[in-house]
């Protein structure tokens, strides 16, 4: 059950979906996964899949810190201090995901100038410049964009 919720959190395997993660890890945390209640405590601190409620989440991470999950007596011990995320967050987050929008929108990178030629393709085209007479060294000028020739 707890594998499941975390399948559904993640969303890695099957679609996300954090309401059924959190109903997956409540029948786990109900049945003593220390694991479970401690992911539980986490949802109900943050909001995600249930409401938001300090009481229960503290609830949550009293019953998996009695079995041992030092994660959970961590949030036991911070409790006074837990406060929602600072508006210097909120930006550094937002101004993240619109750098990724921008990424994910943005021109690709300008072609190469000059013609690509894989070594096939080079290959033939270097044999039939000596069938008609060139020799095996012989290079030609090269033109670029500017027009200037490059030997």
């Not at 029948?27 to 300090?54: F, I």
């Not at 999950?69 to 201090?81: S, T």
């Not at 995901?97 to 921008?102: A, D, L, P, T």
Request: positive net charge; proline residues 5%; aromatic residues 8%.
């Amino acid at each position: 059950m707890y594998r499941l919720g975390k399948e559904y959190l993640e969303g890695s395997t099957v679609s996300k979906d954090t309401a059924r993660a959190a109903d997956w890890f409540t029948k786990s945390a109900e049945a003593g996964n220390q694991y479970a209640q401690y992911m539980l405590g986490k949802l109900c601190l943050t909001g995600q899949g249930l409401p938001r409620d300090q009481v229960q989440a503290m609830m949550w991470f009293s019953r998996s810190a009695a079995q041992g999950n030092p994660y959970a007596q961590f949030f036991l011990e911070q409790r006074n201090d837990l406060r929602p995320p600072s508006v210097m967050l909120a930006v550094t987050q937002l101004l993240y995901h619109m750098s990724r929008i921008f990424e994910d929108n943005s021109v690709p990178p300008a072609i190469p100038v000059g013609q690509q030629v894989d070594r096939k393709l080079r290959r033939k085209i270097q044999e039939k410049k000596i069938a008609m007479g060139h020799k095996p060294d012989d290079h030609e000028e090269e033109q670029t964009m500017g027009g200037m020739t490059m030997g």
